[in-house]
Structure formats: structure tokens, C-alpha cells
């Protein structure tokens, strides 16, 4: 029996490291919660018209930086959207500002070896392009994961669930918040 969509207004942002599942739970959450989804990693792309790994061989990790605080600030002004932030953006206080301000924040949590086998086959995160990727992990969740529970309304622990698990725990949570 199909599922009714459930219709609120409001935004919810995903937040997490690389591989958190952020676009993949957040385009399953913005179908089943009737909001279009945007992912800032994706939106940077389509308009630099490059992939990532490209602007930060030109321009940096910082110049990257600038450009997601651009998107996020003009994605935050949407209304009834489901956006995936990029694994970094918690690092700028003026996009934790940004987030918290204008929507439900959701922290999906993982461990970092979780995150490694996600992601250890994939090339296109720049971060993860070095000797040791499991290494990197474990230091950016270090670092991380106090920004990320910093501005978090909702922390979702992802490891050993399948997206539709996931989904299943989030939506009554998800629905009881956005009518607090
Ligand atoms: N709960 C989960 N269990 C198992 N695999 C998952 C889970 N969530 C996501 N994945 C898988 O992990 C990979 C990374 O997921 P996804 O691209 O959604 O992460 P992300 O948080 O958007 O990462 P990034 O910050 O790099 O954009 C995908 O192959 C996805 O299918
Ligand atoms: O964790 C990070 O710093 C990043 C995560 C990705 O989503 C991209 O935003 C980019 O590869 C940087
Ligand atoms: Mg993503």
C-alpha cells in the first residue's frame, strides 16, 4: 500500500562526515516528507560547472571553502527544502549560524571505519585522496564531531543500519520535531 507523503513546511539539513549518507538519506527524506531536495556539494558543482576535486586543485581547500558559505547562505533563505551539506561546512561559524537558524538540523553519526568502507571506493572526495584515508577519518571525526553535535536538534547513529532502516527510526522523530 503506497505511503501518504507527509506534508510539512520547514527545512531540514543534514549534517556529517564523508560518506554520513547525507545525500542519500536526504533525497529518500525530502520524497518522503513532500520537500525538494538540494545537495550544496552538487549545487557548487553545477555552478563552478566543475567537480570538486577540481576547484580545490585550483583554488584550494579554502577557495572551495568560500564557495559552499556562499551556497549555503543562499540555499538557507529556501523554504520547505531537505538540503545535504557538504562533510566541512560545520567548520564555518557563520554556516552553523546559517543552519541553525533556519532549519531542523539532523547529525547523521557514524564511526569512522563505517565511514571508510563507504566510501574507500569512490575518488571524488579530495579529502580522501592520501595514504591513509581511514587515518583521515578518524582525525576529521575528531575534530568534527563536537561542531557537529554543536548545532545538531536531532544525532542519528548510522552505523550498522541500512538506509531504510534509517529512514524508518528518522520520520516519526522528524515529524514529532517539525510540529514542536
Ligand atoms: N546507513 C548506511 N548504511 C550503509 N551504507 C550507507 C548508509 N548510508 C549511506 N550509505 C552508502 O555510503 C555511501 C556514501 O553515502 P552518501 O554519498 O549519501 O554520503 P554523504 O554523507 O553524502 O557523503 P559526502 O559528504 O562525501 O557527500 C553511498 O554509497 C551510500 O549508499
Ligand atoms: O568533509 C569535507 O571537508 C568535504 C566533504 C564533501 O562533502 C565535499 O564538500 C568536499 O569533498 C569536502
Ligand atoms: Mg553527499
Known sequence: ????????????????????????????????????FFDSDHEVEARTGVRIATIFDIEGEAGFREREREMIAELCQRQNVVLATGGGAVLDPRNREQLARHGLVIYLRATPEELYHRTKLDRNRPLLQTADPLGRLQALYTQRDPLYREVADVIFDTSRQTVQSLLTQLEPQLQKLSHA
Open 1 to 36: 500500500m503506497p505511503v501518504m507523503a507527509l506534508d510539512m513546511t520547514g527545512n531540514f539539513f543534514l549534517v556529517g562526515l564523508m560518506g554520513a549518507g547525507k545525500t542519500t538519506v536526504g533525497r529518500a527524506l525530502s520524497r518522503r516528507f513532500n520537500k525538494a
